[in-house]
């Protein structure tokens, strides 16, 4: 059996929030709330779901940016949830990260042959010259640059630019895993697709394994080989990308689904119905106080009283993954199928 490159196993990642006035102890706020997942090399793993859901959250647990409360990270089988600071080098060789915002992670007053160059030095011990210098034009290619961007600094690109020179500093050191966090989300729909299709041509070049986290659900699909769905700090639901997509078995990855505009008339119509399901303008409970059952209990149109009660278990779903969701085991028993036949049935009910 392989081995996946990356397991995260019962991650939690609890910290203290600020003081509330007038309250006697600085709340908890519990980011991340007992998930796991694995990546294997050569593919990605998807992690989508609104701002505050905890993505960001587990990208920093795994590049040792958060401290973790419980459970487990490991690297090809080795244990490193907390890595030691003589290991670390050697961490950051092995796991890079290319963020959202490509203006600020990059250093304005370096060109790109430092930018890009500094990780060879440091992780290769290659100083600059003719050898440094060949190994940067090599990735400026891999991300579709040409060495005219050698002595430009980052003011004087454009936002896809950057991010692909972020891409190459990521590449630089020959990571095994590539963190993309909210790394198309700042690019409008032309660059992200020329960014997207980057992304997939270094995997399929160099074998890299990514974990790219969005909020767009059909973006991460459109590069994802597995999706995880994350709503309040758990994973709500986890399956194969293109049939998580297609046959959602939880009402919250519909929902994300449903608030992602298309360009057909009568698709956009159905999503807008879909939409019109749920209760959209109700406040999602504070990871500072979250309720003993369901977290998405509050927005569901379907939520039953066992539903505020007690969490729901893993359920195996349809798509070959699993779903946390009481609709498929009480009331109308979905049993891991679709969730959208259910919606659109009780959609049409004058009581919902």
Do not use: W
């Amino acid at each position: 059996m392989t081995v996946p490159f990356l397991e995260v196993e019962n991650l939690h990642v609890h910290f203290v929030g600020r003081q509330r006035l007038f309250a006697s102890a600085m709340p908890t706020i519990k980011a991340v709330n007992g998930i796991s997942f694995s990546i294997e090399r050569h593919r990605t793993f998807g992690l989508v779901g609104e701002s505050g859901s905890g993505k960001s959250t587990v990208a920093r647990a795994i590049l040792q940016l958060a401290d973790i409360t419980a459970g487990t990270i490991r690297l090809g089988g080795v244990d490193v949830t907390n890595v030691r600071a003589h290991e670390e080098l050697a961490f950051r060789k092995r796991v890079q990260a290319v963020l959202q915002d490509p203006y600020s992670s990059l250093n304005q007053v370096h060109q790109v042959r430092t930018i890009v160059g500094d990780g060879i030095t440091r992780h290769f011990g290659i100083r600059p010259g003719p050898e440094r210098e060949k190994r940067i034009l090599s990735l400026l290619d891999e991300v579709g640059l040409t060495d005219d961007f050698l002595d430009r600094y980052p003011y004087e690109m454009s936002g896809g630019q950057r991010q692909r020179v972020s891409i190459a500093r990521a590449l630089a050191v020959a990571p095994e895993l590539i963190i993309a966090d909210e790394a198309t989300s700042a690019l409008d729909v032309s660059v992200q697709s020329q960014v997207l299709n980057v992304m997939k041509r270094v995997q399929a070049d160099t074998g890299v394994a990514f974990l790219f986290i969005g909020h767009d659900l059909d973006v991460v699909r459109h590069v994802s080989d597995d999706i995880g769905v994350m709503y309040l700090g758990y994973l709500v639901e986890q399956g194969d990308a293109d049939g998580l997509h297609d046959s959602p078995a939880h009402p919250y990855t519909e929902m994300l689904i449903a608030s992602v505009p298309v360009p057909d008339p009568a698709g956009q119509a159905d999503r807008r119905t879909l939409r019109r399901s749920f209760k959209r303008d109700s406040e999602p409970p504070s990871p500072a106080d979250l309720p003993i059952g369901c977290p998405f209990a509050s927005r569901c149109p379907f939520a039953m009283d066992i539903c505020t009660e007690m969490m729901p278990t893993p359920t195996v779903a349809r798509h070959g993954g699993h779903v946390r969701c009481h609709l498929h085991t009480s009331g109308p028993i979905l049993a891991g199928e679709s969730v959208v036949p259910y919606i659109r049935s009780a959609s049409r009910s004058p009581s919902v």
